[in-house]
């Protein structure tokens, strides 16, 4: 089984920071020679600016226009979380295994960080950059980039200017953990028992998340009572309502939440209040981490299931390989959202990938 580096509370709270902020000033003018790529309706050949009118499935093939230099660089939110340097170190390996020198920056709470480093990458040179953004204040640079024949890999937050975005439907990543704990309330005969939710609405994509679990636990369980939602502020504060929960509703039977980071505060808060019996309480997340996979490995663990959306740094180096050696991708590519629980827990790594390949 693949090891998965564990995501600590502060990769959970870096999900607020963005990858890039503050204004831009990059205003460079188009290069005489765009990149270009091929799409799927008549082999048409779009410019940069084209790119965010683009369609989801449109097919994109690379066509570099630059001498290769075989360096690409990537930007995170934080470098100093534990959960981006996972990523950072995955897609590392990968791209040097591939031949390619690999350079890498974090905004670390720097407004101008991020622009600083595209610009910088741009001026040195490099086949592709590679950002997981929080918002769009990197648009101007990313824009530039591609004008100077630079392919841009997005991830996390809808931007404006990239050629290919390895997206995920967060609304999606918090129903499918709500279907499972909804299931596990069922199939104990708590269809209509009580449960908390745990919500993060600081960027658009955890509230996506959260909206994702509030919405189908109320769908799926329409006979069960969601005696509170509680929404971040900071941990402390998260344990602190939880355990408060626990205590005015003694009835309560699990706790759904939009990420891990918080379902194991859940878990410590549920055990606080001994109500950590195998079968009358139950604990969800999403994301993964070594943390969760050591719970599901415990047979008496109340942790029961995990949503996951696959190992983001394979997947972001694989893809932005693959289009730099030729290989086509929709403009828009969509993580899957997989179920993990003790029942798949051997195979889950594999069964991702085949089910992937599958669609693909």
């Not at 600016?49 to 097919?59: L, R």
């Not at 918002?135 to 004008?147: N, S």
């Not at 808060?269 to 994301?287: L, R």
């Not at 969509?334 to 594999?350: C, G, K």
Request: glycine share 8%; aromatic share 8%.
């Amino acid at each position: 089984m693949k090891k998965l580096l564990a995501l600590i509370l502060a990769g959970a709270m870096a999900l607020s920071m963005a990858a890039c902020g503050g204004s831009d000033p990059s205003s460079g003018t188009a290069a005489s020679g765009s990149a270009s790529v091929t799409v799927s309706s008549g082999g048409e050949t779009y410019s940069a600016e084209k790119f965010f009118d683009m369609a989801a499935d449109e097919i994109v093939t690379w066509t570099p226009v630059n001498e290769v230099t075989k360096k690409v660089g990537l930007i995170v939110p934080d470098t100093t979380s534990e959960f981006y340097n996972g990523i950072i170190k995955d897609a590392k390996a990968i791209f040097e295994e591939a031949g390619y020198e690999f350079v890498s920056d974090g905004v670390n709470k720097d407004a101008t960080r991020g622009v600083t480093a595209i610009e910088s990458w741009i001026a040195g040179g490099i086949d592709a950059i590679i950002i997981m953004a929080q918002d769009q204040t990197c648009d101007l640079a990313l824009k530039k980039a591609m004008e100077q024949g630079i392919l841009v890999v997005s991830a996390s937050a809808k931007i404006q200017y990239y050629h290919h975005w390895l997206m995920q439907d967060n609304f999606d990543v918090g129903y499918q953990t709500a279907v499972m704990a909804a299931d596990w309330m069922k199939e104990h005969g708590y269809e209509d028992g009580q449960y908390i939710c745990v919500s993060n609405n600081t960027t658009e994509a955890t509230a996506d998340k959260s909206k994702g679990v509030v919405d189908g636990m109320a769908e799926l369980l329409p006979n069960g009572e969601c005696v509170g939602e509680v929404v971040l502020v900071s941990p402390d504060q998260v344990r602190a309502d939880l355990d408060t929960l626990l205590m005015q509703y003694p009835d309560v039977h699990c706790i759904v939440a939009m990420h891990n980071a918080f379902s194991l505060i859940g878990l410590e808060a549920a055990k606080a209040a001994g109500k950590a019996v195998k079968d009358e309480f139950a604990v969800f997340g999403s994301a993964l981490s070594e943390q969760v996979l050591s719970e599901l490995n415990k047979e008496d663990s109340i942790y029961e299931g995990e949503i996951w959306m696959g190992d983001q740094g394979r997947n972001l180096a694989e893809h932005t390989l693959g289009l730099l050696e030729g290989k086509s991708y929709p403009h828009d590519w969509a993580a899957l959202n997989f179920p993990i629980t003790r029942e798949n827990l051997s195979t889950y790594y594999d069964d991702y990938y085949a089910e992937l390949n599958a669609q693909e």
